[in-house]
Each structure stands twice: as structure tokens, then as C-alpha cells.
């Protein structure tokens, strides 16, 4: 169902900060939406709508932590005051670590976790915890190396197998819901309208 004019179409810069990100998907694409039984186009509109936001139609597969201080204290006021948000601005291993580090799975400060396992991939997943859940289901060794969620060989399998085995999306994205869809991949309504306009593109190419 996907193909690599649809990809090209709607993420026209997809490989510009990850070389054969939309080569990788396409050619894993198949086997991968098989494996996970999304099987009707509108499911996969739905499920593309919501990668499409997350990761800015392959523009943000990293976590962008390049935070200014006043923007650290707007975002994790309770993480940091305005003097660690000052000595941490643009420091994004500092900012990581001290944003996730002792939640999610994560080990607090000084380990490195809370930048190590920050949000990646085609769906932002964040946290160590998250990242063996999804190494457990796909038998991929995100934990080793959390770069393979980006990776063109596996950012396809890493989004779907996130999407449906750990945040339970699938039914709700073949009913076309994209609140419920929405609620379950992110946690709340972040960025609602730009998933929903997303949706309405991927329903438009994949004919729904």
C-alpha cells in the first residue's frame, strides 16, 4: 500500500536528515504491516497521519532537546529551576538526562539514560522502559543500540510494532478515530489538529 511516490509526495525532505529513511520504509512496508495485521488502507492512513506528526514527516527522528531556559522552564518546570534551566540550555545529553533521568525506566543522574533513550523513531518512543518493550516484541536490540529506531532497516517495524503491540492503536485506527488513535499513541491530544490534517493527506494518497 505504500509506495515510494506517496512517501516522496507527502515527505518531500523524508531522507534529508536520515539518508534512505523512505527507501527503508517502502521496502519494508509489506512485510511489516502483514506481520501486525494492519491490513486496510485507511487503518494505515491513520497510522502514517500519526507518524507524520510525530516525527515531522522525517524530519525529527531524534529528539530535538536543544532547548533554550526559558523554554526548559515553560516545558519541565518541575524539572528545572531557573538556575539549572540557565547552566543547561542548548546542553542536550544535560537536558536529557535531567528531563527523563529516574522515570520511565530510566536510571536518574548520572547515568546517561535519560539522553540515551530519549524520543526516537517514527513514533518518538521515549524511555528505557518502552525501549525493552518494544526490543521484546520485535526482537530488535533497541536497548544496545536505541539508534536502530531510526535506522531505515527498522524505523518501519519500530513505529508499526509500537503503534499497535505496545499502545494498543490498531482498532481504533481502523474505525478512522483519530482522537482515540491519538490518545493511546501519545498519552493526551498533543498536536491533534496537525494529526488530523496528516490524516486527511495519507487518506487522499491511499485512496480511503
Known sequence: MLTIQAMYKLWPHGNDKVSGLL??????????????????ALALALT?????????????MVENLNYSAPRLRQVWPSHFTTALA?????????????AYGGRMGNAPLPSND??????????????????????????IDVITHPEYLSDPRYAFECGV???????????????GDVINTTK????????????ERW??????QLGV
Not at 527507501?23 to 486496510?40: M, P, R
Request: charged share 20%; hydrophobic share 35%.
Open 199 to 204: 490524516t486527511v493527506l495519507w487518506r487522499k
Open 48 to 60: 502514517m497521519g500519526q507518524f507524520s506528526e510525530e516525527c515531522n514527516a522525517g524530519l525529527e
Open 86 to 98: 540557565v547552566r543547561s540550555a542548548h546542553n542536550q545529553q544535560m537536558i536529557g538526562n535531567i
Open 114 to 139: 535519560g539522553f540515551n533513550y530519549r524520543g526516537r523513531g517514527l513514533s518518538q518512543l521515549t524511555g528505557k522502559e518502552n525501549y525493552q518493550r518494544l526490543a521484546k516484541v520485535t526482537g
Open 184 to 195: 493511546h499513541l501519545n498519552g493526551g491530544l498533543n498536536g491533534l489538529a496537525e494529526r
Open 23 to 40: 527507501e527503508g520504509i517502502v521496502a519494508t512496508a509489506q512485510a511489516i504491516l502483514e506481520k501486525y495485521k494492519v491490513a486496510s
Open 161 to 175: 510494532a509500537d503503534f499497535v503491540e505496545l499502545c494498543g492503536c490498531l482498532p481504533f485506527s481502523e474505525r
